[in-house]
């Protein structure tokens, strides 16, 4: 696909039924891969890499975030194709780290409930290339070149330090997970602060997008962009008005198995951290009242 100062093409591989996506970008100076996808991406990468200079000219890893499933083959195409690798801050321990981010990611919610243990093989086999960041990216950097400016915004919320990357001549959006308006495969959106997300989803509408490119749902051209930061936000709200009419004291991972029946959604982490994110966030609410 061509834009105006720069080539694209995807990287979809379908992982258990849902896809994940990666974007390589061709500037005139620069070959950008933004977000690594996972380890058995691997053959379907270098397929789609033989069709850039990645010999000619240096290529340039961005992530949106630091989840596995977005960094999977990092220290691949760092060893391959010597990228340099940039990442939120906040991304770094996770990405040179697998443990960390197992524990993190799937004991937070829900301690005793074993989705550790249940993922772990697909998991490792999945982060195959852990690697460190050469630097950060942070909210307002922009990258270059001739009829092409991409700037990072921070759009966190699904997880704490989260990016997306604006191409501000062709207004396409790559959000990595930051917009779920479709849902993920029957999941239940993912999201650990639900403040910070529903802010986070006013911003993207507020760039006015062309294109929505996500981390796993299908792209968004220009009549369908608002549609999925919709959805998102209907979803949002939802959560919230369900929330209202539970027992609070029973706990978000047993209020999650209700939740999935109610809307559809498979039982799991993801149900689980956006029950807790909207009881952090009532909480917090509480809080604050007098």
Not at 26 to 40: C, F
Request: some cysteine; aromatic content about 14%; hydrophobic content about 40%.
């Amino acid at each position: 696909m061509l834009f105006k100062g720069f080539r694209l093409e995807t990287v979809n591989y379908d992982l258990l039924g849902g896809y994940v996506n990666s974007y390589i970008l061709e500037t005139e100076k620069t070959v950008y891969i933004i977000d690594a996808n996972v380890g058995s991406a691997e053959k379907e990468f270098a397929r789609a890499l033989e069709s850039f200079p990645v010999r000619e000219k240096p290529v340039v890893l961005l992530c949106t975030h630091g989840h596995w499933d977005h960094v999977g083959l990092a220290g691949w195409l760092k060893e391959r194709y010597g990228a340099k690798i940039l990442a939120p801050e906040g991304s770094a321990r996770f990405m040179q780290d697998p443990g960390s981010q197992l524990t993190a990611l799937y004991d937070r919610f829900a301690k005793d409930r074993p989705f550790s243990r249940d993922i772990s093989e697909l998991y490792f086999r999945e982060f195959a290339y852990p690697a460190a960041p050469d630097g950060p990216v942070k909210d307002g950097d922009v990258f270059t070149d001739k009829d092409f400016s991409l700037k990072v915004v921070a759009t966190p919320g699904h997880w704490g330090d989260c990016v997306s990357f604006f191409e501000e001549n062709s207004r396409v959006v790559f959000c990595g997970d930051a917009v779920q308006g479709e849902g993920l495969d029957g999941n239940a959106p993912f999201y650990i602060n639900a403040e910070a997300y529903l802010a986070s989803l006013y911003r993207i509408r507020s760039l006015a997008p062309m294109s929505l490119l996500g981390g796993h749902m299908s792209v968004a051209g220009p009549q369908s962009c608002m549609q999925f930061i919709g959805l998102s936000e209907k979803n949002y709200y939802e959560t919230d008005r369900y929330l209202g009419g539970c027992d609070l004291q029973s706990g978000a991972a047993v209020i999650a198995e209700d939740y999935c029946r109610r809307f559809g959604y498979s039982y799991g982490i993801h149900a689980v951290s956006v029950i807790f994110a909207h009881m952090a966030k009532k909480e917090r609410s509480d809080a604050q009242c007098p």
